[in-house]
């Protein structure tokens, strides 16, 4: 395994995030999410290989993956060794001053600790002055409930004028970025990534697989997340036909090396300069596949051959408005 560090934190984190999406109660918010004991022998395994950075958010299958994942980690390893991070926005409030001091409380006794390393904002709020979330933001962390900050999906913009909301006031500005990054969507490198390197904030992008679409070569498959996940659909099926192409490509360079599709997807991710790819792994096979991904050296004509065949896509990540209360399944494809 490899090591880097999060912004300008002193925070070490693995150079693969487990995604704790695919963790929780199966109905409470995805039909293919895994119970506590198949949770549990995924996130052991995932200590096994050396990864030691994982994601998650209060909503994810209503409070139980923050639960299996808290109950798994204090079974095999020390509060120490684990960089945890978790999310805040899907709850009522959003991110108004006393919507986090509420929700970070709940987190914490979900994932059995008294601090988190990461606290991530979901998405930009539309509702609250970005002020009031900075300022409530940085109380958490100057209270030791938080050890740092990091952003998710939004408009450059945005994320720009609360990083100088807080540099302004001599709050905590956010040290990672964890937006919708993979080969199949790339409309960030125009604004919010360079954004976040000249800020010197880490990525770790969510969805770095595609939903599976960049670990096989047939776009979908006959598995229950393949069947059930209509998230996946509406992010990725209306442009198939274009990317489609990309996906074959990867598939090519996977033969030509000998590795897996996953492993190509995942390398291309630490060329481009991401931190810590976020990996939502339901079988612990998976996690060897990314972890051999260390192994592989793509060069610059491979990149641009991965690259050539993309066009533009529509947003897909950051919102334009705040949604109604109560959804969280963002970007559903419902048939």
Sequence with gaps: MEYTTLGQTDINVSKLC?????????????????????????????????????????????????????????????????VLASKVYFNPGRLSKEAINREIDGTLVRLGTDYLDLYIIHRFDYDTPIEETMEALDGLVKAGKVRALGASAMYGYQFYNMQLAARDHGWTPFSTMEDHYNLLYREDEHELI???????????????????????????????RSQT??????????????????????????????????????????????????????????????????????????????????????????????????????DSDKK
Aim: glycine share 6%; with cysteine.
């Design 18 to 82: 487990v995604g704790a999406m695919s963790f929780g109660q199966a109905g409470t918010m995805h039909d293919w999410t895994l119970d506590a004991d198949q949770s549990e022998q995924v996130i052991a395994h995932a200590l096994d290989l050396g990864i030691n950075f994982f994601d998650t958010a209060n909503v994810y299958s209503a409070g139980t993956s923050e639960e299996y994942l808290g109950r798994a980690l204090k079974q095999h390893t020390t509060r120490d060794k684990v």
């Design 194 to 224: 360079p954004i976040c390197k000249q800020m010197d904030v880490s990525l770790m992008p969510y969805s770095a697989l595609a939903a599976g679409r960049l670990a096989r070569p047939e776009w979908t498959t006959s598995t229950k």
């Design 229 to 330: 996940d209509q998230v996946a659909m509406g992010k990725y099926d209306h442009t198939k036909q274009f990317d489609v192409k990309i996906t074959q490509r990867v598939h090519e360079l996977a033969d030509k090396y000998q590795v897996s599709m996953s492993q190509i997807a995942i390398a291309w991710q630490w060329v481009k300069g991401v931190a810590s790819p976020i990996i939502g792994a339901t079988k612990a096979k998976y996690l060897d596949e990314a972890a051999q991904a260390f192994e592989v050296q793509l060069t610059p004509a491979d990149i641009n051959y991965l690259e050539e065949p993309y066009v533009p896509h529509k947003i897909i990540g950051a919102i334009d408005h705040n949604p109604a209360e109560g959804v969280v399944l963002l």
